[in-house]
Nanobody
Framework: QVQLVESGGGLVQAGGSLRLSCAAS????????ISWYRQAPGKQRELVAG?????GKDYADPVKGRFTIARDNTKFYLQMNNLKSEDTAVYYC?????????WGQGTQVTVSS
């Protein structure tokens, strides 16, 4: 069973930056595509950013120009700059391993205004 584990969340002031990381219990290169989601209190989980099979990147409109998704041979990442209070949420990494979608346990990001 493949597991994903996020790290890097925390409390930051508005305008600050955080980098989230997602590690896999198996070869990260076998997980494709990959995405980051978030869920704010009282709201549905939403897609934040993703990298598709061909390496193309997509972003949700609210984070375009501020967030960057990336991957290397060990982890995948979400660099978040110019954070806003509305970015406060639990952030989840998600990927497909074979035919199975797998999720991390989530990491809390809190942005104070």
């Amino acid at each position: 069973q493949v597991q994903l584990v996020e790290s890097g969340g925390g409390l930051v002031q508005a305008g600050g930056s955080l980098r989230l990381s997602c590690a896999a219990s198996r070869n990260i290169n076998s997980i494709n595509p990959i995405s980051w989601y978030r869920q704010a209190p009282g709201k549905q989980r939403e897609l934040v950013a993703g990298i598709n099979f061909r390496g193309g990147k997509d972003y949700a409109d609210p984070v375009k120009g501020r967030f960057t998704i990336a991957r290397d041979n060990t982890k995948f990442y979400l660099q978040m700059n110019n954070l806003k209070s509305e970015d406060t949420a639990v952030y989840y990494c998600q990927g497909r391993y074979g035919r199975v979608d797998i999720w991390g346990q989530g990491t809390q990001v809190t942005v104070s205004s």
